[in-house]
């Protein structure tokens, strides 16, 4: 199995700050790579494909970047509405796996 | 556009079978793409269980799979999910998701549904 591991776990952030969240796999997953945002009660949102494909309706303030093993995520300017978890997850090869999460706080 | 939503009941009992089903509506499930189950045990984080193409053939967790089925029904529009021999550990939000592998990776999601399995 390909193990996900994102780092920062948590982080403490003001609005307007720009925030980076990192996703490493065990081996090399090309660009199959997608983030997630969740809310406490509610699904995940898919955000990013394809390691820095935006879907649709997504805010430009998301970008995602990397490739092989290294991802990040960045919000280039936290809004009110960015507190939440984020998860990555890689689409390279079954079982499909998802990093742990990093909860993004109000500082 | 796409909307899912899972049903099925809230509590099941130990040693029992745990039973799913995900309506899909805006989008016939035999069009295309995967459709799968994930699931999140409170205040934890998201586990993949399995994922069913849409002309049936499946793909399973290891840690799951001798325990899981997953099916279509065409008629329906619907998908289903069983775990069988489920204990506390299988308590969790269990959600139902389009899934577009390789293009990218779960894009629409159901709410989600809270089952319990009590002793």
């Known amino acids: 199995d390909i193990q996900m591991t994102q780092s920062p776990s948590a982080l403490s952030a003001s609005v307007g700050d720009r925030v980076t969240i990192t996703c490493r796999a065990s081996?090399?997953?090309?660009?199959?790579l997608a983030w997630y945002q969740q809310k406490p009660g509610k699904a995940p949102k898919l955000l990013i494909y394809k390691a820095s494909s935006l879907e649709s309706g997504v805010p430009s303030r998301f970008s995602g970047s990397g490739s092989g093993t290294e991802f990040t995520l960045t919000i280039s300017s936290l809004q009110p509405d960015d507190f939440a978890t984020y998860y990555c997850?890689?689409?390279?090869?079954?079982?499909?796996?998802f990093g742990g999460g990093t909860k993004v706080e109000i500082k | 556009q796409v909307q899912l939503q899972e049903s099925g009941p809230g509590l099941v009992k130990s040693s029992e079978t745990l039973s799913l089903t995900c309506i899909v509506s805006?989008?016939?499930?035999?069009?295309?793409?995967?459709w799968g189950w994930i699931r999140q045990p409170p205040g934890k984080g998201l586990e993949w269980i399995g994922s069913i193409y849409h002309r049936g053939s499946t793909y399973y967790n290891p840690s799951l799979k001798s325990r899981v089925t997953i099916s279509l029904d065409t008629s329906k529009n619907q998908f289903s999910l069983k775990l069988s021999s489920v204990t506390a550990a299988d308590t969790a939000v269990y959600f139902c998701?389009?899934?577009?592998?390789?293009?990218?990776?779960?894009?629409?999601w159901g709410q989600g549904t809270l089952v319990t399995v009590s002793s």
């Open positions: 081996q090399s997953i090309s660009s199959y």
């Open positions: 997850q890689q689409y390279n090869s079954y079982p499909l796996t």
């Open positions: 805006g989008y016939s499930i035999t069009s295309g793409y995967y």
């Open positions: 998701a389009r899934d577009v592998v390789p293009t990218a990776g779960f894009d629409s």
